[in-house]
């Protein structure tokens, strides 16, 4: 054990991804090769605290069973490795592997240290993999993009197919300038400056993590739409660190944004809810995507945290867990007013309990007051299906790991179609002042329905909302001993469809 310190279990999720030991943030280098789902992150391999940034490593065949591996890319006396993306050299571009072969090529952001003549600076960099991913070598020419800044970094890269003309692309942030910056690279190592994008929309804290990606919208044959994914800390909507998504058009050089909301850039609340929101809770951050998905899925990780308390959260010996991997779809809205016509982002869990059954099924009925729900065993890793009409009760919802004094709920208001997540009394909560926060995202019902499907896996809680188009991603540290759940509907006149809890 490097660091000596005990290794708690408590608080260490089942099926969502941690380090072994010590601290993990940003995902890193998604990326898929033969047959095997790579993960790297941001990890200190010294120390359940941020520092001595390195990428560690692990791999999957499923997305949810994860093996963590050596560290893949170490930092030295002269550089961290900071966040960035990896890609399949399908046709050997960089050279970098024996002729005929497929190297994998990191592109993480090198931050100097006081040992580097660069010290201070934040620069593109190159690492290879030429045995699928088991070791990388630092490429001798680093830095392959310099622009003598102390604030560029987290590159990620894809492989843009133009019709006449393919190339690389890289996107990466001035963090403090609120800008992305598009490059283009036929061999991975020689970068030519595109365009600019931003400052826009959510610019309330530096610009960090963004990932450009084309998708279909679902039902609309021949019609797509370009997503640039844009983290951001501080500024997010539920406040500290979170991720906006804008909308628009690329056409190999510039990004063009129809989601850009033009006026008052005041960054108020009514302002902030037309931006396109990746998740509505406080604890998904640098969420990115994975390069080389098959069968052309477009699939997302975050890290489950927040940089505003993220470094006191009170797990022992390891600190920090990835979120569900999420598939990202396009799709046009119906119904609610403002929003109607609107293309949104919808988000589904690859679902670690697909295949497993129900252990409580209830039957369609009448709510009024609340239902404890009987789960046999420990019943802090579940799945929660539920679906409701609320009709004419003020609210209808779920109260989570519930046990002495302490709560998760999460209720929605009819009235004001808002689903919120209150953690105020969640358990273990005075680590930070901002950590005992209630989330809110507006949700309209469906022909007078609304759908959640709730994971539980100790230490967090996601949402899904109408089948992901609002999604509520929140860390909590309760007791072991909190585990009871009810289903409630506070007033008259609502009714439980179907409600189901998976383990
Ligand atoms: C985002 C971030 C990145 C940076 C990395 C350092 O959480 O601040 O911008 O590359 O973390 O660990």
């Given at each position: 054990m490097a660091s000596g310190l005990t290794i708690d279990s408590r608080f260490r999720p089942e099926y969502h991804f941690t380090?072994?030991?010590?601290?993990?943030?940003?995902?890193?280098?998604?990326?898929?090769?033969?047959?095997?789902?790579?993960?790297?992150?941001?990890?200190?391999?010294?120390?359940?605290?941020?520092?001595?940034?390195?990428?560690?490593?692990?791999?999957?065949?499923?997305?949810?069973?994860?093996?963590e591996q050596p560290v893949a890319i170490g930092c030295d006396g002269e550089e961290a490795i900071f966040s960035g993306s990896a890609v399949v050299d399908v046709h050997n571009?960089?050279?970098?592997?024996?002729?005929?072969?497929?190297?994998?090529?990191?592109?993480?952001?090198?931050?100097y240290s006081a040992g580097s003549p660069l010290a201070g600076r934040q620069a593109q960099s190159l690492a290879y993999s030429t045995d699928d991913g088991a070791t990388w070598l630092k490429y001798a020419g680093n830095p392959v993009l310099d622009r003598a800044s102390a604030d560029f970094r987290d590159p990620k890269v894809f492989w843009y197919d133009g019709g006449t003309e393919s190339y690389w692309v890289m996107v990466a942030v001035e963090a403090v300038d609120r800008e992305v910056l598009l490059y283009k690279s036929r061999d991975l190592v020689t970068w030519e400056y595109l365009s600019t994008f931003g400052p826009a929309n959510a610019t309330g804290g530096v610009w960090e993590c963004?990932?450009?990606?084309?998708?279909?919208?679902?039902?609309?044959?021949?019609?797509?739409?370009?997503?640039?994914v844009v983290n951001l800390n501080p500024g997010g909507i539920a406040g500290g660190s979170g991720g906006q998504y804008f909308l628009g058009e690329f056409d190999g050089v510039r990004f063009?944004?129809?989601?850009?909301?033009?006026?008052?850039?005041?960054?108020?609340?009514?302002?902030?809810?037309?931006?396109?929101?990746?998740?509505?809770?406080?604890?998904?951050?640098?969420?990115?995507?994975?390069?080389?998905?098959p069968d052309g899925r477009r699939l997302m990780i975050g890290w489950m945290n927040n940089w505003q308390y993220g470094a006191l959260t009170p797990t022992g010996g390891w600190r920090g867990a990835m979120t569900l991997v999420r598939e990202v779809t396009l799709v046009r809205r119906a119904g609610q007013a403002g929003l109607a016509g609107r293309v949104v982002l919808k988000q589904q869990p690859v679902d670690p309990f697909a295949g497993t059954c129900d252990v409580v099924c209830a039957a369609p009925q009448q709510l009024s007051g609340s239902y404890p729900l009987t789960v046999e065993g420990p019943a802090d890793?579940?799945?929660?299906?539920?679906e409701f009409v609320p009709g004419t009760a003020n609210e209808v919802g779920l109260v989570l790991r519930e046990g002495t004094g302490e709560r998760t709920v999460l209720a929605y208001n009819v009235a004001q179609g808002v689903l919120r997540l209150d953690r105020t009394a969640s358990g273990e909560t005075r680590f930070h002042e901002d950590f005992a926060s209630v989330e809110r995202v507006p949700v309209a019902l469906e022909d007078g329905r609304l759908r959640l499907q709730v994971f539980l896996d100790r230490c967090s809680v996601e949402v899904f909302a109408q089948d992901g188009l609002a999604t509520i991603t929140d860390q909590i540290f309760p007791s072991d001993t909190s585990t009871s759940l009810t289903v409630f509907a506070e007033g008259e006149g609502a009714a439980l469809v179907s409600l189901g809890v998976v383990r």
């Open positions: 380090a072994a030991r010590n601290w993990l943030n940003d995902p890193n280098g998604l990326l898929y090769s033969n047959g095997v789902y790579h993960l790297f992150y941001q990890h200190n391999p010294h120390s359940a605290d941020w520092g001595n940034m390195s990428w560690g490593h692990a791999t999957s065949a499923d997305l949810v069973h994860w093996d571009t960089s050279g970098f592997g024996a002729p005929g072969t497929s190297p994998l090529v990191a592109i993480y952001t090198s931050a963004p990932d450009l990606f084309e998708l279909p919208v679902e039902g609309e044959p021949g019609t797509s739409k370009w997503v640039l063009r944004s129809d989601s850009t909301v033009t006026e008052g850039m005041q960054e108020n609340g009514a302002r902030m809810g037309e931006y396109g929101w990746l998740d509505w809770g406080r604890d998904y951050y640098a969420a990115v995507s994975f390069s080389n998905a890793v579940l799945r929660i299906d539920a």
